[in-house]
């Protein structure tokens, strides 16, 4: 499908996805802190749990849960951050622009 500008009629327009990356970002931030206070927590329950284990397993275990907490909840965060954007982009946003006239616009089909 060729989208044309509404104001001048050009074949040369873009996408802009800008709140896919915006989303992306902000989800990701909001994602990570998340995580990293779910692994807080998490290392505290895990802590009691692995007692037994030593200091070495209570610290092991703590490091583990902080990074896998973090990491997947950034992951998350910025894939759900990312999928919001799309929606923005799509239904609110001004998501494509004239590279002729730099006029941007919505494609509504
Ligand atoms: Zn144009």
């Given at each position: 499908m060729t989208i044309t500008c509404?104001?001048?009629?050009?074949?040369r327009t873009r996408p802009l996805h800008r709140g896919r990356k915006t989303g992306a970002g902000i989800g990701m931030a909001a994602g990570s802190a998340g995580g990293v206070a779910g692994a807080l927590s998490g290392a505290e329950t895990g802590a009691l749990v692995s007692a037994w284990a030593g200091p070495v397993g209570l610290a092991l275990g703590s490091l583990t849960g902080a990074v896998f907490g973090g990491l997947v909840g950034g992951t998350a965060g910025g894939i759900t951050g990312a999928r919001l954007g799309n929606e923005l982009d799509a239904r609110?946003?001004?998501n494509h622009e004239c590279l002729a006239c730099r006029h941007t616009f919505r494609s509504t089909p």
């Amino acid at each position: 499908m060729t989208i044309t500008c509404p104001s001048c009629g050009s074949l040369r327009t873009r996408p802009l996805h800008r709140g896919r990356k915006t989303g992306a970002g902000i989800g990701m931030a909001a994602g990570s802190a998340g995580g990293v206070a779910g692994a807080l927590s998490g290392a505290e329950t895990g802590a009691l749990v692995s007692a037994w284990a030593g200091p070495v397993g209570l610290a092991l275990g703590s490091l583990t849960g902080a990074v896998f907490g973090g990491l997947v909840g950034g992951t998350a965060g910025g894939i759900t951050g990312a999928r919001l954007g799309n929606e923005l982009d799509a239904r609110v946003l001004d998501n494509h622009e004239c590279l002729a006239c730099r006029h941007t616009f919505r494609s509504t089909p």
